[in-house]
């Protein structure tokens, strides 16, 4: 290899890769279905920030907006920072020749089949593109992946990504779980600075990434999905490092036998044992999870529960059954239920009915009237012995029941916006996954409310503990970066 | 007491409440929002199959339907098999001496205030009550429950209920899991023949139910929620019993010590130690589950893959990144995930593509052509070392993508038809939960269509992995009601 690039290098590459004034789209530029080039255009052009965004397609012709086609990159006018390969693997070599003319300093593939296909044809062309590549001073992004996610540089691959610009970093070896951690989170109120799905890692690997996140100022808290490690010891450094400056969440793709051969045919990665990941889990000090759900879960934990004091909860919401299925669900999570001192249980009283509920925890009390739920969490939120209230309800309104789902909004929303006035302590709620189109289109507009008011909302008392166990371990553990 | 119900009355009573000639609810018939004698009354009436059903109510008056309101029990014409009590604990005596004289055979007490609240006159106003019933030969259900729902006889307390009957029963101290059974399981395609809310099972106990769905041809599969049980022996024979005939899926509510105390000020119960509870399990021989999920996701399973013959899963859907956590999420739920057979690898390359993609266990292969699902699952079924498939997808249709749910819904339904002809194994389909209010009208759409198929249809891999492997170790372990 002529050059071996430095971190510095690495650096400012990144930095415009994030925010670059140019950027090509390369091949299946006019598609306006499925994933590919059409879809990175429209998406990149749909953010409004980059200065230049040109489509290349051999066909030529004009996009959906009029704007021309370039049958190559050559005839692009101007220098080109930014390429991002739609062609098949075997046009890749003639594309970065052309991206050399063109002074491109990052060249992303969304091209994929090479060495993850298992052929060595195939991984010997990848080693080639990495040569060339090096030769002619142009980084590579991939192959076989979805690239960035710059909402305040510009940069997008995702139709439904949000356009503002939040504080929570994602990189991932996989691009749809990239999108999923980045669309879902967005259902559930978080907000983004950047994401990386990097794939194959070819030439930028994790530890580039971990780096530039750690001295990142727009980055609080860093979502990773990642199947195996190009570099293990830098991994190991660079994942302490960054885990002391903020929280990290890993989401580690094959960490199982079945998993791990899954990823091998995915990123061409060797995942290694779950036995050495936990053991590098205790030297670094990132918080681990399971699947995706598990890390927005954790995200929303990190954002908006991080003064929350200790383990003691208590419950408040309507239904016998569910009150006592729930006790135990955060009882098995690891979380205890004190029982409510004698002053909040008389000051509770005064206006919780008692016939079919009590004034216990649980406290089995649905909807409550006007200001009762403010009152209730501001009660529980001074009693000596509780850390933290959980509210749940459902949002399924049936025909016949209560007051419509837009008035138990407004109730839930003026409700929060007392307890955030009067509460000692924090309120999660729990609000039960929706089962009809009209709990649907509540639910779609209560998550984004409720974040927006600055409460953590978690679609099952089962995540919700779990999410706040498994923060509380870790800052317990590993607290520095909290 | 005077006398004792023999099994046989108890049979006999238990008969009629499912299929009553008429019946009678007493207390807030005339209001139109919230639980209580109006809901009763309208969801009695909407099946239309009860012969008479009255309104009583002090104040008279007449129903939104125009029939009349009585102004007391004693004045509607004719007798009454059921009373279903809305009126406040204080009145509930006064009701049953009117229901004496209209030889009533079983009083519902939907109203609550009795022994749960922990005051010990409220206990002993229940006490009272059992007395004065037994006098009258008056069976109690109840109180502090939702009744029954039995679609074929009649009687119902749920706006969401469905009308069609099915096989599977329902017994559950608790109405809102009760609901939450019959009605998420309705939207998941599952039907029942009968549901029993008991509350503090004062008179009609636990095992009352549980020795009629022994003997109900109607009922194939039970689905129970049981916080404490009234009499402890009797109840290790009665399930046990049941349990040979019939397989049992029980949600043990109060299985913690925080649920063990919610329990008791939700139905008065004693709910015993997590550790009495598994001996109990293991000598009766039903599936235990922790939350109503879990039970609906038991019930899919038994109804929908009584067949499966083992654990060794191929994974089949679009996404590496998924594929990776999915295959790590089978393996760590206990199923295996076996290399395909050289003939289904040959097979299957024929029309999956290679690129980005490979022809492996998980198969990474999202929306297929035409029959190219159906084709995949046909090939995978015939392969030896492959005892179920499982086909992932997720319906949240952004605007770019793919070409729309209606045709995804059109192909998906189509290719589960031919599956049904030509696969030899049964296929599992996890459904990702939608995110988005046009994702949830496929969801609604698809789930129903989905289950009127055939197929057994999770809203995640892990629920799906989680059901089956339970299943299997209870078939394994307790097979002979499967």
């Not at 890749?92 to 992303?108: G, I, P, Q, S, Y």
């Not at 309507?318 to 205890?336: F, I």
Request: hydrophobic share 40%; charged share 25%.
């Amino acid at each position: 290899m002529p050059h071996q690039p430095t971190a510095a290098d690495t650096r400012r590459t990144l930095d415009l890769a994030f925010a670059p004034r140019s950027v090509a789209v390369v091949g299946g530029v006019t598609n306006t279905r499925g994933m590919g080039g059409g879809s990175f255009l429209r998406a990149t052009k749909a953010l409004g920030i980059v200065p230049a965004v040109y489509g290349v397609s051999p066909k030529g012709g004009t996009l959906e907006d009029g704007s021309p086609v370039y049958p190559s990159l050559r005839d692009v006018p101007g220098d080109v920072d930014y390429v991002i390969s739609a062609v098949p693997a075997s046009a890749v070599l003639d594309v970065l020749e052309d991206a050399r003319a063109k002074n491109v300093r990052l060249f992303h593939l969304f091209t994929a089949g090479f060495r993850e296909t298992g052929d060595q044809s195939r991984a010997d062309l990848e080693q080639e593109l990495l040569r060339r590549a090096r030769a002619a001073g142009i980084r590579i992004l991939g192959p076989n992946c979805m690239g960035i996610y710059s909402p305040g540089g510009g940069v997008n691959w995702m139709a439904d990504a949000p356009a503002e610009v939040g504080r929570i970093g994602v990189l991932s070896q996989s691009g749809m779980n990239a999108s999923m951690m980045v669309e879902g989170g967005a259902r559930r109120g978080l907000r983004f600075s950047r994401a990386v799905s990097y794939g194959n890692a070819l030439d930028l690997i994790e530890s580039d990434f971990l780096d530039y996140f750690r001295d990142d100022p727009g980055t609080d808290l860093v979502l990773c999905y990642i199947e195996g490690v190009r570099d293990g010891p830098r991994f190991v450094r660079a994942m302490r490092d960054l885990a002391r400056h903020k929280p990290v969440a890993v989401l580690k793709g094959g960490s199982t036998e079945a998993g791990s051969r899954a990823a091998s045919s995915h990123t061409g990665s060797l995942a290694g044992s779950a036995q050495v990941w936990e053991a590098v889990r205790r030297q670094t000090g990132f918080l681990s999870v399971h699947n995706v759900d598990e890390i927005l879960d954790l995200a929303v934990t990190v954002q908006h529960l991080p003064g929350v004091a200790g383990d003691r909860v208590a419950i408040i919401g309507g239904g016998g059954g569910a009150s006592v299925v729930y006790a135990d669900t955060v009882d098995r999570a690891g979380l205890r239920m004190p029982s409510f001192g004698e002053a909040s249980r008389r000051r509770l009283s005064e206006f919780i009915p008692v016939a079919g509920t009590s004034v216990r925890n649980p406290l089995d009390a649905g909807l409550m009237a006007e200001g009762e739920l403010a009152r209730a969490v501001e009660i529980l939120s001074q009693d000596p012995s509780v850390d933290c209230c959980i509210y749940h309800f459902g949002v399924d309104f049936g025909p016949s029941r209560h007051s419509g789902p837009r008035r138990f909004e407004e109730r839930l929303l003026t409700a929060l916006d007392q307890i955030k006035r009067v509460a000692a302590r924090p309120l999660v709620l729990v609000m039960r996954e929706p089962q009809s189109v009209d709990g649907m289109e509540v639910t779609v507009r209560l998550q984004a409310a409720i974040g927006r008011a600055g409460f953590a909302v978690y679609p099952s008392m089962e995540r919700a503990a779990t999410a706040l166990r498994r923060y509380l371990d870790w800052r317990r553990d590993h607290g520095a970066g909290a």
